[in-house]
């Protein structure tokens, strides 16, 4: 092209003035360069910017445990406190269990970073506010050190407060442990460069936090954004981020409920704007509602009072984080607080706890006080406003004890607490010598000798495990002090579970304290404290006899909790409580039907979720009363006596709505409606969890739109096949199906599944110039003639209705049906066309009346090579496959993928580990292989600029030039072996290799151990006018593995120092009966097809080896007649299975077979990872095998049952097991 590249090396945007690119540039110092394409009569460009660090000799050694950020801007002075200075940030992490800054960074980009804090704001060791940014500065998401992507972060930096180094990092993780958004966090070591030229060691800043920004966001505070035109409910109820701290520069806030408040989003300048008055106004006029009903005469009213404008469990949580971590600042500082759309205000996320857990401010220093004895107090937690009114509520007091110790069980207890402080401090340990060296002056080293403050003393060692262990012994001391002033919770003899008729449950409670207890799961405690109707008190032993939820709490009218100045205003004499549930029998009511993304009403009238349902059936054999069942994942929904069902007699359903309008207008002769539940089904699936009225455990399962995509929208609901299944089966695929008829079948039986033919797509020529036509080939898999008048051809699976096949259209058995664009492309208001650049084909059936009748086959394909056709392939394991074609065979069966010329063919995913880390990445490798007779260019020959590339999993673009000869092989490494030659040294050495060896890298990302796709991809011409998209460079698939760490790929070489290695180059490469798991062959042929026999058992070595057996020995349990694990089935069938001979619930049989009324019931032990057939014939010895069904791969192990229903049909019939799925 007449394209010309211009460049800057000052960091400025590139103009058509700038420096011509004519060649390479050498670089001498720390640089970033900006570069853009400039051509006559075009736009410019994109523009894109990279930054290369010079490192001075003292750093090139430097390693570390932690990852490393190296922050430099180009000599622009020192980092601005009130504005944003541009840098560049490049984020270094472990690889082999060390971290070295000679390694390629993960992550380089551009930031904007300015000084933050208050009260910290002027100490020589700087935290900043960061926002990464694009090449045009604008604000741009990336996933540092593996965190949620976001523009925004905050480089907290530990100071003299806290010589442990972890106070933020630990509260924040306790905070999301119990349920509470808090900023995620990453300790990391910092180098800051203000002036220019290398990074040396000079630069080092010490150990700093990497931390979350808290905004909104669907990974930060996820509630929906105010946008400025949501100025109406319900809308304009939510969106709202405020905070009690200290206003900023030119921020006035607003005054309310007695307290200045700063808003956060939107910000002051955006809120305060004309349009965004009626928000302006909602807020106020919503606070100031909160502030008449929080100091009214009805506060404690749960109805009026300041319960209907506060989540009071996030105020709680937030208060006791607070409270347990002593937060000198807490409530009136950084105190963040929300308000979500149509929602109540709830408090946090929490934020900043230099000042606590004993720091060095001292006035946490004493754990057994509720308020600091020095200084200036700092908050007074329980009579601060807001929280001074709500603490004198006794119900709003108890729940907050009731909160403490119900955690105090668990996630607040000593153990947890160690481990969560030991796991942050181990982090931490190595590098904080060279923190402690580098701030001396701020003494961030660990305190030493005996430290006495408020009457509480502590003797430090002066060594960080002695700042370890005093945050230990400050938290011990902590939770002693707060359990002292509760009392204690009564302890059962049986924590619940399942019980035999009869079980007797003793209940022990503190001295002096009375146990009260109900067994209808009520609280034996009233609102206001006094003791609940039907409350008993224990005095012996209880029989149960049915499903029973115990809860038990224990009374002392003496006990007292410390109150008056600086304390909380009320004390409790109830303790939390202690609560378990028995369980006789499960309930007898199942979900039999989901309806979770249904289609939308025509006229609009209705969002598409106000037709969800779902539908529940008792499958006993008498009446259920439904009363207390409730659902506590997913939907909202609880029976009461209020339901308009309460009793469901055997055999009946009852059906739970979204919107009970909007389903009779859809379904107006269905009538058992119990009632509507709040929420959602979620469209993508999600955990249904029914529970009794006892809370006793009844359906736990989740759902998946994956399962059939056609109920994913078109509506279409899932079904349950057999309702008197194990209950642990509701997650399985298989016990689900899809409806037979659009709309699902709510509060009846759903027909039996239509009987469709297979037709499939089976072949399509996607990019073409005359003669050639786009053109889609069917093909009849049946053995009949088949109609498929009415049915759908689509280039979007979500519109299916787009090519309708014409009356009369039929295909004939085991023929074919082409249609080319000359049909789908006819001008029509639904007409497509195929993008040569990549798209999709569907094939939907439908009926006469163009309703869609449930069945669709199709595939997503990439882009193509012109004049080469797409075709169905179909692996070792079952799988559809939709690739590019040796030939194309139009109108005739596939010939079969197109293999080469390069092929992947060998991968290294998880070498041995190294000492110090589980994920050896630098010994990882993909070896590419030319299958050719002839040298292959890995560039474009007319366009040398555009090189072949990986991707998938990992991220590569080959360098100019390069080519691979005939038989020739290349290795792809997670190394720079230009920049890194002491790695490229170690590895040679390691795999055998000399230095003709050809080895290029590093790649982005690394292979996952658990298994992933790896794509090898080459350019086709680029796209020219009239193309939409002139000069885009479509990739084509030039080869594709998608490997696995489980079966049936090789299971042997996951970190035992074996690769994967294709067994025929020239076969088709995705598919695992293809691979086998051998000893490296970097650079060099692979192993032998033939798998290594030495003992001549008829079982493989590595097979061998892999499941502990002695290759090398033929006889008793090491032999081929060998039974390990006692199952029945020898070792030589365990091989030809694919089952573990040591694993006595890993082996294939049918386990029984047996009658189910009309039906005949198949019941078989199914392995984790393993698809299975199901096949039968009606005699032993003729006929045909013919599938019944297939069975894929399950999460865990365990006892699978499949039904045939047209059993009864026949005196006689057998049935076999086949693994893998058959096709």
Same mark, same amino acid.
């Given at each position: 092209?007449?394209?010309?590249? %211009?460049?800057?090396?000052?960091?400025?945007?590139?103009?058509?003035?700038?420096?011509?690119?004519?060649?390479?540039?050498?670089?001498?110092?720390?640089?970033?360069?900006?570069?853009?394409?400039?051509?006559?009569?075009?736009?410019?460009?994109?523009?894109?910017?990279?930054?290369?660090?010079?490192?001075?000799?003292?750093?090139?050694?430097?390693?570390?445990?932690?990852?490393?950020?190296?922050?430099?801007?180009?000599?622009?002075?020192?980092?601005?406190? *009130?504005?944003?200075?541009?840098?560049?940030?490049?984020?270094?992490?472990?690889?082999?269990?060390?971290?070295?800054?000679?390694?390629?960074?993960?992550?380089?980009?551009?930031?904007?970073?300015?000084?933050?804090?208050?009260?910290?704001?002027?100490?020589?060791?700087?935290?900043?506010?960061?926002?990464?940014?694009?090449?045009?500065?604008?604000?741009?998401?990336?996933?540092?050190?593996?965190?949620?992507?976001?523009?925004?972060?905050?480089?907290?930096?530990?100071?003299?407060?806290?010589?442990?180094?972890?106070?933020?990092?630990?509260?924040?993780?306790?905070?999301?442990?119990?349920?509470?958004?808090?900023?995620?966090?990453?300790?990391?070591?910092?180098?800051?460069?203000?002036?220019?030229?290398?990074?040396?060691?000079?630069?080092?800043?010490?150990?700093?936090?990497?931390?979350?920004?808290?905004?909104?966001?669907?990974?930060?505070?996820?509630?929906?954004?105010?946008?400025?035109?949501?100025?109406?409910?319900?809308?304009?109820?939510?969106?709202?981020?405020?905070?009690?701290?200290?206003?900023?520069?030119?921020?006035?806030?607003?005054?309310?409920?007695?307290?200045?408040?700063?808003?956060?989003?939107?910000?002051?300048?955006?809120?305060?704007?004309?349009?965004?008055?009626?928000?302006?106004?909602?807020?106020?006029?919503?606070?100031?509602?909160?502030?008449?009903?929080?100091?009214?005469?009805?506060?404690?009213?749960?109805?009026?009072?300041?319960?209907?404008?506060?989540?009071?469990?996030?105020?709680?949580?937030?208060?006791?984080?607070?409270?347990?971590?002593?937060?000198?600042?807490?409530?009136?500082?950084?105190?963040?607080?929300?308000?979500?759309?149509?929602?109540?205000?709830?408090?946090?996320?929490?934020?900043?706890?230099?000042?606590?857990?004993?720091?060095?401010?001292?006035?946490?220093?004493?754990?057994?006080?509720?308020?600091?004895?020095?200084?200036?107090?700092?908050?007074?937690?329980?009579?601060?406003?807001?929280?001074?009114?709500?603490?004198?509520?006794?119900?709003?007091?108890?729940?907050?004890?009731?909160?403490?110790?119900?955690?105090?069980?668990?996630?607040?207890?000593?153990?947890?607490?160690?481990?969560?402080?030991?796991?942050?401090?181990?982090?931490?340990?190595?590098?904080?010598?060279?923190?402690?060296?580098?701030?001396?002056?701020?003494?961030?080293?660990?305190?030493?000798?005996?430290?006495?403050?408020?009457?509480?003393?502590?003797?430090?060692?002066?060594?960080?495990?002695?700042?370890?262990?005093?945050?230990?012994?400050?938290?011990?001391?902590?939770?002693?002090?707060?359990?002292?002033?509760?009392?204690?919770?009564?302890?059962?003899?049986?924590?619940?579970?399942?019980?035999?008729?009869?079980?007797?449950?003793?209940?022990?409670?503190?001295?002096?304290?009375?146990?009260?207890?109900?067994?209808?799961?009520?609280?034996?405690?009233?609102?206001?404290?006094?003791?609940?109707?039907?409350?008993?008190?224990?005095?012996?032993?209880?029989?149960?006899?049915?499903?029973?939820?115990?809860?038990?709490?224990?009374?002392?009218?003496?006990?007292?909790?410390?109150?008056?100045?600086?304390?909380?205003?009320?004390?409790?004499?109830?303790?939390?409580?202690?609560?378990?549930?028995?369980?006789?029998?499960?309930?007898?009511?199942?979900?039999?039907?989901?309806?979770?993304?249904?289609?939308?009403?025509?006229?609009?009238?209705?969002?598409?979720?106000?037709?969800?349902?779902?539908?529940?059936?008792?499958?006993?054999?008498?009446?259920?009363?439904?009363?207390?069942? %409730?659902?506590?994942?997913?939907?909202?929904?609880?029976?009461?006596?209020?339901?308009?069902?309460?009793?469901?007699?055997?055999?009946?359903?009852?059906?739970?709505?979204?919107?009970?309008?909007?389903?009779?207008?859809?379904?107006?002769?269905?009538?058992?409606?119990?009632?509507?539940?709040?929420?959602?089904?979620?469209?993508?699936?999600?955990?249904?969890?029914?529970?009794?009225?006892?809370?006793?455990?009844?359906?736990?399962?989740?759902?998946?739109?994956?399962?059939?995509?056609?109920?994913?929208?078109?509506?279409?609901?899932?079904?349950?096949?057999?309702?008197?299944?194990?209950?642990?089966?509701?997650?399985?695929?298989?016990?689900?199906?899809?409806?037979?008829?659009?709309?699902?079948?709510?509060?009846?039986?759903?027909?039996?599944?239509?009987?469709?033919?297979?037709?499939?797509?089976?072949?399509?020529?996607?990019?073409?110039?005359?003669?050639?036509?786009?053109?889609?080939?069917?093909?009849?898999?049946?053995?009949?003639?088949?109609?498929?008048?009415?049915?759908?051809?689509?280039?979007?699976?979500?519109?299916?209705?787009?090519?309708?096949?014409?009356?009369?259209?039929?295909?004939?058995?085991?023929?074919?049906?082409?249609?080319?664009?000359?049909?789908?492309?006819?001008?029509?208001?639904?007409?497509?066309?195929? *993008?040569?650049?990549?798209?999709?084909?569907?094939?939907?059936?439908?009926?006469?009346?163009?309703?869609?009748?449930?069945?669709?086959?199709?595939?997503?394909?990439?882009?193509?090579?012109?004049?080469?056709?797409?075709?169905?392939?179909?692996?070792?394991?079952?799988?559809?496959?939709?690739?590019?074609?040796?030939?194309?065979?139009?109108?005739?069966?596939?010939?079969?993928? %197109?293999?080469?010329?390069?092929?992947?063919?060998?991968?290294?995913?998880?070498?041995?580990?190294?000492?110090?880390?589980?994920?050896?990445?630098?010994?990882?490798?993909?070896?590419?292989?030319?299958? *050719?007779?002839?040298?292959?260019?890995?560039?474009?020959?007319?366009?040398?600029?555009?090189?072949?590339?990986?991707?998938?999993?990992?991220?590569?673009?080959?360098?100019?030039?390069?080519?691979?000869?005939?038989?020739?092989?290349?290795?792809?490494?997670?190394?720079?072996?230009?920049?890194?030659?002491?790695?490229?040294?170690?590895?040679?050495?390691?795999?055998?290799?000399?230095?003709?060896?050809?080895?290029?890298?590093?790649?982005?990302?690394?292979?996952?151990?658990?298994?992933?796709?790896?794509?090898?991809?080459?350019?086709?011409?680029?796209?020219?006018?009239?193309?939409?998209?002139?000069?885009?460079?479509?990739?084509?698939?030039?080869?594709?593995?998608?490997?696995?760490?489980?079966?049936?790929?090789?299971?042997?070489?996951?970190?035992?120092?074996?690769?994967?290695?294709?067994?025929?180059?020239?076969?088709?490469?995705?598919?695992?009966?293809?691979?086998?798991?051998?000893?490296?062959?970097?650079?060099?042929?692979?192993?032998?097809?033939?798998?290594?026999?030495?003992?001549?058992?008829?079982?493989?070595?590595?097979?061998?080896?892999?499941?502990?057996?002695?290759?090398?020995?033929?006889?008793?349990?090491?032999?081929?007649?060998?039974?390990?694990?006692?199952?029945?089935?020898?070792?030589?069938?365990?091989?030809?299975?694919?089952?573990?001979?040591?694993?006595?619930?890993?082996?294939?049989?049918?386990?029984?077979?047996?009658?189910?009324?009309?039906?005949?019931?198949?019941?078989?032990?199914?392995?984790?990872?393993?698809?299975?057939?199901?096949?039968?014939?009606?005699?032993?010895?003729?006929?045909?095998?013919?599938?019944?069904?297939?069975?894929?791969?399950?999460?865990?192990?365990?006892?699978?049952?499949?039904?045939?229903?047209?059993?009864?049909?026949?005196?006689?019939?057998?049935?076999?097991?086949?693994?893998?799925?058959?096709?």
């Amino acid at each position: 092209t007449n394209a010309e590249i %211009r460049f800057t090396l000052d960091g400025s945007a590139p103009t058509d003035a700038s420096s011509l690119y004519g060649g390479p540039v050498s670089l001498t110092n720390t640089v970033q360069i900006r570069t853009r394409a400039f051509a006559p009569g075009l736009l410019p460009g994109a523009l894109h910017s990279e930054s290369y660090i010079l490192l001075n000799a003292n750093v090139i050694n430097f390693t570390s445990n932690l990852p490393v950020i190296v922050i430099h801007n180009f000599a622009g002075g020192g980092i601005p406190v *009130s504005t944003d200075g541009f840098a560049n940030m490049s984020f270094y992490e472990p690889q082999s269990g060390k971290t070295s800054l000679t390694n390629a960074p993960t992550l380089s980009t551009r930031a904007g970073i300015h000084v933050r804090g208050s009260s910290t704001l002027g100490l020589p060791k700087q935290s900043w506010a960061v926002e990464f940014r694009d090449d045009f500065n604008d604000p741009k998401n990336a996933s540092p050190l593996g965190l949620p992507s976001d523009s925004d972060w905050v480089l907290y930096a530990p100071n003299n407060f806290e010589p442990v180094l972890i106070h933020n990092p630990f509260i924040y993780q306790l905070s999301n442990e119990i349920g509470r958004y808090a900023p995620r966090t990453r300790l990391v070591e910092v180098y800051i460069n203000t002036t220019g030229g290398a990074v040396s060691s000079a630069n080092y800043n010490g150990i700093y936090v990497l931390e979350e920004k808290i905004k909104q966001g669907k990974h930060r505070v996820d509630i929906d954004k105010l946008q400025p035109e949501n100025v109406n409910p319900p809308e304009v109820t939510g969106g709202y981020m405020m905070k009690i701290d200290r206003l900023g520069p030119g921020e006035s806030g607003f005054f309310a409920v007695g307290q200045l408040i700063d808003y956060v989003d939107p910000k002051e300048p955006e809120i305060t704007l004309p349009q965004r008055a009626p928000q302006q106004q909602y807020l106020q006029n919503y606070m100031d509602a909160f502030d008449a009903a929080l100091n009214g005469p009805a506060y404690t009213d749960p109805t009026n009072g300041y319960r209907a404008y506060v989540n009071v469990d996030s105020w709680i949580d937030h208060h006791l984080l607070n409270v347990l971590s002593f937060n000198v600042d807490a409530l009136r500082l950084s105190a963040f607080f929300y308000k979500e759309r149509n929602g109540k205000l709830f408090f946090g996320p929490i934020w900043d706890f230099d000042r606590s857990q004993g720091s060095t401010d001292g006035r946490d220093f004493n754990p057994r006080v509720w308020r600091s004895e020095s200084q200036d107090l700092g908050t007074d937690f329980f009579n601060y406003p807001w929280w001074s009114q709500m603490f004198t509520d006794i119900d709003f007091w108890q729940a907050w004890i009731d909160r403490y110790q119900s955690l105090r069980d668990n996630l607040f207890s000593t153990n947890h607490i160690y481990a969560d402080i030991d796991a942050l401090a181990n982090q931490a340990r190595q590098e904080e010598p060279r923190e402690a060296n580098r701030w001396s002056s701020l003494s961030t080293r660990p305190r030493s000798g005996t430290v006495s403050i408020s009457g509480y003393t502590y003797s430090f060692p002066g060594t960080y495990q002695g700042e370890v262990n005093f945050m230990k012994q400050w938290y011990t001391d902590r939770l002693n002090f707060m359990d002292t002033n509760f009392l204690a919770k009564p302890v059962l003899s049986n924590n619940g579970g399942p019980i035999s008729p009869g079980f007797t449950l003793s209940i022990s409670g503190p001295v002096g304290a009375t146990v009260y207890y109900a067994t209808d799961g009520t609280d034996p405690r009233s609102p206001g404290g006094n003791v609940a109707p039907g409350a008993q008190v224990y005095t012996s032993p209880i029989t149960l006899n049915d499903n029973t939820r115990v809860v038990a709490r224990a009374y002392d009218p003496n006990h007292q909790n410390l109150t008056g100045d600086n304390n909380p205003p009320l004390s409790s004499s109830w303790s939390g409580p202690t609560a378990a549930t028995f369980v006789v029998a499960t309930p007898p009511v199942v979900i039999t039907e989901i309806m979770y993304h249904p289609v939308p009403s025509p006229g609009g009238a209705n969002l598409a979720d106000d037709f969800e349902y779902l539908e529940l059936k008792n499958i006993g054999a008498g009446a259920l009363n439904l009363v207390g069942v %409730r659902f506590t994942n997913g939907i909202d929904y609880t029976f009461t006596s209020a339901s308009s069902i309460t009793t469901l007699g055997a055999g009946q359903t009852a059906l739970l709505v979204k919107n009970r309008a909007a389903f009779s207008s859809r379904y107006p002769t269905v009538s058992n409606i119990a009632g509507e539940y709040a929420g959602s089904l979620d469209n993508a699936g999600e955990r249904l969890t029914l529970v009794g009225s006892a809370l006793e455990p009844i359906l736990d399962f989740r759902y998946d739109n994956s399962w059939y995509p056609i109920t994913d929208g078109f509506g279409f609901s899932l079904v349950i096949v057999n309702e008197n299944a194990p209950l642990n089966t509701w997650s399985n695929q298989f016990s689900w199906r899809p409806s037979s008829n659009v709309n699902g079948s709510p509060g009846f039986t759903d027909p039996a599944p239509r009987a469709l033919p297979p037709v499939w797509i089976n072949e399509a020529l996607t990019h073409t110039d005359l003669p050639q036509v786009d053109t889609v080939e069917l093909y009849n898999a049946a053995t009949n003639t088949v109609y498929i008048s009415g049915w759908f051809l689509t280039d979007d699976f979500n519109k299916p209705k787009k090519y309708r096949f014409p009356n009369n259209t039929t295909i004939p058995a085991g023929g074919f049906l082409m249609v080319d664009e000359k049909n789908f492309n006819n001008g029509s208001p639904t007409s497509f066309s195929l *993008s040569s650049l990549g798209d999709e084909v569907w094939l939907f059936s439908g009926d006469a009346s163009t309703n869609l009748t449930g069945y669709f086959h199709g595939f997503k394909f990439g882009a193509a090579q012109n004049g080469v056709s797409f075709g169905r392939y179909v692996t070792s394991v079952g799988e559809e496959h939709f690739v590019a074609q040796t030939t194309n065979t139009l109108g005739a069966p596939n010939a079969g993928p %197109r293999v080469g010329p390069v092929v992947l063919n060998e991968i290294m995913y998880e070498p041995a580990p190294l000492v110090g880390t589980n994920n050896n990445t630098l010994d990882e490798f993909i070896e590419l292989r030319n299958i *050719s007779d002839q040298t292959v260019a890995l560039y474009d020959p007319n366009f040398p600029t555009n090189t072949w590339r990986m991707g998938g999993g990992i991220d590569y673009v080959f360098p100019p030039s390069l080519t691979l000869p005939p038989d020739g092989y290349l290795l792809v490494v997670n190394f720079d072996p230009v920049h890194q030659p002491g790695q490229l040294t170690a590895f040679q050495a390691k795999y055998g290799l000399d230095a003709a060896t050809m080895i290029v890298g590093p790649y982005g990302g690394s292979l996952d151990n658990s298994g992933e796709r790896v794509k090898l991809l080459k350019p086709d011409r680029p796209q020219t006018a009239p193309s939409p998209n002139p000069g885009f460079v479509p990739y084509i698939l030039v080869d594709q593995v998608t490997y696995a760490s489980t079966t049936p790929w090789p299971t042997n070489a996951t970190g035992s120092g074996l690769s994967l290695q294709r067994i025929a180059s020239a076969g088709y490469g995705d598919d695992p009966v293809n691979w086998q798991a051998a000893s490296p062959t970097a650079g060099r042929a692979n192993a032998g097809s033939g798998p290594l026999d030495s003992d001549g058992d008829g079982l493989p070595d590595a097979w061998e080896v892999a499941h502990g057996l002695d290759a090398r020995d033929a006889t008793g349990d090491n032999g081929a007649s060998g039974d390990p694990d006692g199952d029945g089935m020898t070792n030589l069938q365990e091989y030809l299975s694919g089952t573990d001979p040591r694993d006595a619930l890993s082996y294939l049989r049918i386990e029984s077979i047996g009658a189910a009324g009309a039906a005949t019931r198949i019941r078989f032990n199914a392995v984790a990872g393993k698809t299975y057939s199901i096949q039968y014939r009606d005699q032993v010895d003729l006929g045909r095998w013919t599938k019944l069904t297939d069975v894929p791969a399950q999460p865990s192990t365990g006892e699978i049952e499949m039904m045939d229903p047209d059993a009864a049909t026949n005196a006689t019939r057998f049935y076999r097991l086949v693994t893998p799925q058959l096709p």
